[in-house]
Structures are given as structure tokens and as C-alpha cells.
């Protein structure tokens, strides 16, 4: 297993009496491209100011390398940030941005001239050098604020929401340009992020976050397949979060009707929630079903049919390649496999808390 | 074709008020300061209203108005900078009180303002009744070329933090904390990145300073005791005193030559138009 390239250690930090991180534990990987996803207020641009060292925590430990730099300024620190909105140096020329770093630390002439060239070629904007960085897209912009921070070889790059000024299909080609440039430099990039699609594609880990609190860690499969609470389910991907019961193991109670599942260990008759993705619901013939409904909605999304089906007061999100007209009853069924499991929050202040003692 | 489309008749009578206004104070009087500056009593042509800058008197007057407001510009400069950045990065949520705070006293007359310096200055003024009676010799700056700069410093000062402020105000602290990233300390961070990003604010500054301070004839009567003469009293003389309207003229063109090169020279730095003026 790598080694921890970077450790957080019970990181709080406060602003007017607000708690933003609320002891906060996490280490990040030598070349791993993890994610922090959470809505806005979650606290995952202030972890990422925090190590980048724009802001110092009220508690806890930043350790870099081995070495605690908490309270070290950001330009004694070893990685370098993309900031949201580029933040590129408006009075130089292209060239001259990327070359900031370089020349602080009195690098050669020619050593910085490769470096520009270099760095121009593997963004794709080569021979863009001489540019006024006002005239250009804020595609480009965002290549060259990357170009900026990679020129200096950091051990980690931060990235802070780098494509959230960007129209979607740019924000789509940046996405896999990101990895590829990961994987040709081989250093580990944190990422910021308010997109789910965004982390599910790019990352090898995500965060995410809510409230200050760490919700769930995992890799995209986990956290999309194995949610592990309501609100990881509800913020990645569309689902279905029902109230159930967990009869006893392997067996679970929903809107009346006991279906099998895979889930042990949630004792005998307790409440919980329950995650059904809408492409794990499966719609047949109304006597084949564990549940019947009727269809209220449906729309054609594409790749699938997208349809609300009314069953036992509760109107199921189903995506399926079968089409059933509106008004039409039908069976439902879930897969054993495709039944997550969640404990129930007692209050709100718990649900934000309920899995940061990982 | 579309460009070539006339005026509704609304166009016009809405950009009625606005012509009227320039033609009548503007154009006009700059046409009436031309006219009577290249022409002599009787009317005729002559380029002797300009050429009497090279005058003795008249060479020393300009010499000191230049170097005066040069002093002042400076001085505004230096002492606005580091106050324009403590006002911008303040975390105070009433910092644009405080900004207001400095511009307060320019709702008081520049005379009355002025006036309150001649007491403050004065042989028996209120510094020099302090200085006796803590027993420190008294100071002379009363009717010196220092009054005056005090004065122009005074009063023009403003106009120099707002512009500076205001480019600083708006300066992305992301910049800023990129350039720290990158490995700037502190001062490389100020030298490389706000100073010239603040350049805008500074050109303006030094205009708005520059060339109220070069025209200035209150500021140098009231604190200069008519003993010293700036090219602006003596453009006041031949207007009021000696009743000589050519001869005012011709010099107010010479001055006007000084303050176009200084516009030239500052619009060159605000480009985009996005200028920190707040004329």
C-alpha cells in the first residue's frame, strides 16, 4: 500500500462562532486522485484552503511528507493550487504566467524556457506563449492556470471547482484532459468539487462530505452502489429512499411488503432507510410483482425510459429500457443485491455526524 | 446600411440638454480661451501671449507650480498606498465606512479647509501656541512654499486613496493567493502582482492629484500670503487684477498643454477603458 502523502488530523475550523470542520480525519495517498464532493457549505473548499495554507485550522495537524506544515505559509509548501476562476496573473503575457514560479525560484533561462514548452505542449496550447491571458476562452484560461501550477512540479496539486466556469461539453473534454494529464505527470491531485457526475468519472477516492462532517469515503463504485446513509444516497445519483424495517437479517419490511436482501447485522424489527436506485427497479406483469402499481409519468430520456410508478402510497423513480404507458399497473421487483441497507439518523445533527467516526 | 440609420426625433430631443450643456460650457469658453490667447488687444493675431511664459516671472511661477505639485502628488502617493491597502484588505465589515470617513471632509469648502490650515500654520497659529507653551522654538511655515504643499496635500489627498482603493478593492484575493502559492513571499507577492495590478489606480490618482494641485491659485493666495505666485495666481492676476484677458489666456493654454500631456500619458495605462476614475 502507498504511503500517506498527506494526513489530516482532527481539523476543526470555525468562522464567527460557525463550524465549518468539526475534527475532521483523512489521509490522502501518493498518486491517488481523490475528491472532495459535497454541496456548497460542506467545508471541502475550506479543507482545501487549509491545505493549501490560506487558512490555519483552529485544532488538528496538517502533515505533508512526514512533516507537520500547519503553520507553514503557502509559499514554503511543496504543492500548488488551480483556483476556481484561474486567478491567472492578468498583467502577463502567457508565457510569463507560467514562468511566475520558476522565476521566484531564480531558475535558468533555458531551463525555463523548456519548462514553458513543455508545459504549453502537454495542455494543448502550444505556441499560445506570447498571448495576452485576457484574450483567451476560459477553457484555455483554465489550461494555462493548470499549466501554471504544474511547471513548479508539485508533490499535489489542489483543485478547486477548476471546471465549474465551464460549458458542459468543455467541462466534459476537460474532464478526461485532467486525467490524462494525471496519469502522464503522476502526482496526486485533490479536487473540489460540487458535481457528482464530475467525482464519479475522474476519481480513484471520493470524500463527500456534508455539513462539516465526512459522510462516506470510498471509491465511486462504493459510494454509488453502497451508500451509506440517506443523504450520500440522495446527493450522488437519483434514488429512491424509502422508511422500512428490518425484520430480522437478510429480510426488510418496505411499505408493507417484506422483501429479501443481502444485509445483515441491523437486529430485529428496527427502522432504517432503504436505497433503491431507479435502474434497480424492475417493472413486469402486475401478478409477478412484490408490490403493484400504476403508472402516473413517463419520459423518454435517451438511453431509457424514465417513469414514476405510484405503489402503496409511495411514487417509485424507475429507469428501465421497457416502456409502460401511463395509466398502466404493474409489478415491481427488486434484485436482493440492489436493496441498501442505511441506519436511521436519530436527529438532523446526527445525520451529518453519523459516519465520521470511520 | 444599418449603421447609416438616422435618430428618431426622441433620440435627439433627449440629446438636446446634453449638447446645449457642451456647447454652451465646454466648447464656448475653450473657444474663447483660444480666441483671446492668440489674439492682441485690437484683435489681431499674435503669439505673444504664449511666448510671455518665457518671462522671468512667468518661468518661475510655471518651475514652481510644476515642482510644488510634483512634491504633492508624491506625497499623496506615499501616504494614500499603504492606507488605500489597509482599507482594501481590512476584514472590517465597515471598511467602506471607513473609506467614506476619508472623503467626509471634502463635503466642507476647500476654502473653509484651507482657511483652517492658515490657523493651524500661522506665526501665532495653533501649532506654534502648542510649540511655546511646551517650550519649543516656534516654526515658520506660513506663507513658505511648505504651507502650500500642506494645503494642496490636504485637500487633494482623497483623490488619490479612492482611486487606489478601488482597484485594490476589486483585486481577486485568488491572485493573490496564487502568486503566494507559486512561492512569492510577501514583498515579491507586492512587487510582482498588487503593485502592478494597482497601476490603473495609481495613474488616475496621480492625475487627479496632479493637475488640480498644477492649476491650484486658492490653496498658494490663502497659505502662500500672495507672496508666493504659482502660474495659477498669476493667471488670476490678468484675469481680475490687470484686467488683461489675453494675456490670461495665452498662459491658461500654456498650462493646458501641461495637463493634456498628463491625461495622454495617463489614459495610455487604463486600458479596456476601465478606468479608476471617479471624475
Known sequence: MPNKLLDLIDISKSYDGQTVLDEMNLYIRDNEFLTLLGPSGCGKTTTLRIIGGFETPDTGKVIFQGKDITNLPPNQRDLNTVFQKYALFTHMSVEENIAFGLRIKKKSKQYIKDKIDYALKLVNLDGYGKRDVESLSGGQQQRIAIARAIVNE???????????????????????ELIRLKNELGITFIYVTHDQEEALTMSDTIVVMNQGYIQQIGTPEDIYNEPQNAFVADFIGESNILDATMIEDKLVEILGVRFPC??????????????????DVELGKPEDGRLRGRVTSLIFKGVHYEMDVMANGYEWLVHSTRMFPVGEEVGINVDPFNIQIMNKPESEDEEAQSTDEE | MKNKKRHSLGQLLLAGPYTVWMVGFIVIPLFLIVYYGLTNKSGAFTWENITAITSAVNMKALWLSVELSVICTVVCLVLSYPLAMILANSKMKNSSLTAFLFILPMWMNALLRTLAWLTLLENNGVINTILTKIGLPTIHIINTPTAIVFGM???????????????????????????????????QT?????????????????TMVFVPSLTTFAISDILGGSKILLLGNIIEQKFKTANNWHA????SLVLMVFIIVTMVISSHYEKDGESANVW
Open chain 2, 190 to 206: 507586492f512587487l510582482r502582482v498588487i503593485l502592478p495590478l494597482s497601476i490603473p489606480g495609481i495613474i488616475s490618482g496621480i
Open chain 1, 262 to 279: 443481502v444485509d445483515t447485522g441491523f437486529g430485529t424489527n428496527q427502522p432504517v432507510d432503504v436505497v433503491i436506485r431507479p435502474e
Open chain 2, 248 to 251: 490670461g489666456s495665452g498662459l
Open chain 2, 153 to 187: 496635500v490636504y485637500n487633494y489627498i482623497p483623490f488619490m486613496i479612492l482611486p487606489i482603493y478601488n482597484v485594490l478593492v476589486k483585486l481577486d484575493k485568488n491572485v493573490i493567493n496564487a502568486a503566494r502559492d507559486l512561492g512569492a513571499n510577501a514583498v
Open chain 1, 154 to 176: 508539485p508533490k499535489l496539486l489542489l483543485l478547486d471547482e477548476p471546471l465549474g466556469a465551464l460549458d458542459l461539453k468543455l467541462r466534459q473534454d476537460m474532464q478526461y
